[in-house]
């Protein structure tokens, strides 16, 4: 039984008609209702970006009319945030294909070798690794974001929390003092009470933190 | 040579106790107190004279103005020959103390509470420059 997907929406950015044809031929065969949009300009690709929204994945011609290779490195960069890139590239272009790699595009395809096969796996292995990626960096981020409640926590603990209990450890200290007139130690009990209140504030915020925290433990993040 | 004591604290309980352990160690003239760095620094600018020596202890969160930007703002005027700062905070953070001592003015970094032996010997440092 041949693989297949139901439904795939791709923009196929190639200003080469011959090698589009064979594209949506190839796509045809494993898709029963492909969605594809062809783009001879990058900046027709670009349009079609903005209008119809995201793609499943787009496939790229590396050399293309209106753009330089260091503007379409830099877009690669930009799209792959977003949407899988498969790169389709000639012999010639095997170095620049590499690099493009490594700004962001899922993989590359020589033109002279693809086949149905070929093209259809590494469309679902681009769309399936863009996904991982993504819910990696989403949990990524819950991390990072627990972090910055956890330093804001420590720094509580060390600029706010302790404030109270040096008072109160300066009061016992004055406190001690057996020759102290009764109307100076109920003003220092005062202090003593004023300070316990202040801790007990500060704990319930900070348990408050610690819960919100909790309720947000990145395990429980799809 | 005169010398003159400023407090620079909000914690006005903290304030209260701090005056008392200065009373305590008998080694500092009665001391004004300020609640931000903003009224310190207008205070110091006030009665700055290159003569006389200003002992400083100094919080380091505070509203209006923090510890920290009172430091800078001081260098526009006063010397640290004879202004000497103590910073007097309940932090321990350690990056807290090594800002402090990169500061030209700030002689010691005191934790609070400040008992009546740490004030002594703050002293004795700075009768000893």
Known sequence: ?222 | MTTHLLIVDDDTILVFLLRKVIEKSGRFPVPSTHPNGSHALEHLRSIYNPADRYIILLDINMPVMNGWEFLSEIRAFAKPENTIVAIVTSSTDRADKEKAADDPYVLEFLTKPVMAEALIALKDRIDAR
């Open chain 1, 1 to 222: 039984m041949k693989p297949e997907l139901p439904e795939l929406s791709v923009l196929v950015i190639e200003d080469n008609a011959g090698d589009y044809l064979l594209v949506e031929d190839y796509l045809m065969e494993h898709v029963r209702a492909p969605r594809l949009r062809h783009a001879t300009y990058f900046k027709d690709g670009r349009a079609y970006l903005d209008a119809e929204g995201p793609f499943d994945v787009i496939l790229l011609d590396l050399s293309l009319p209106d753009v330089t290779r260091e503007q379409l490195l830099e877009e690669i960069r930009r799209i792959s945030l977003h949407t899988p890139v498969v790169i389709l590239t000639g012999y010639p272009d095997i170095d620049y294909a590499t690099k493009s790699l490594a700004t962001g595009a899922s993989d590359y395809l020589l033109k002279d070798t693809i086949n149905d096969i070929i093209l259809f796996k590494s469309v679902l292995y681009a769309i399936e690794r863009h996904r991982f990626l993504k819910s990696l960096r989403e949990h990524v981020s819950a991390i990072e974001d627990q972090n910055r409640r956890l330093r804001e926590i420590a720094w509580t603990q060390s600029h706010v929390f302790r404030a109270p209990v040096a008072r109160l450890m300066a009061l016992v200290d004055l406190l001690r003092d057996e020759s102290l007139p009764e109307a100076e130690r109920n003003e220092l009990l005062g202090y003593v009470r004023t300070s316990s209140d202040e801790i007990d504030a500060i704990i319930q915020n900070i348990v408050e933190k610690a819960q919100a925290i909790m309720d947000t433990d990145p395990d429980n993040i799809p």
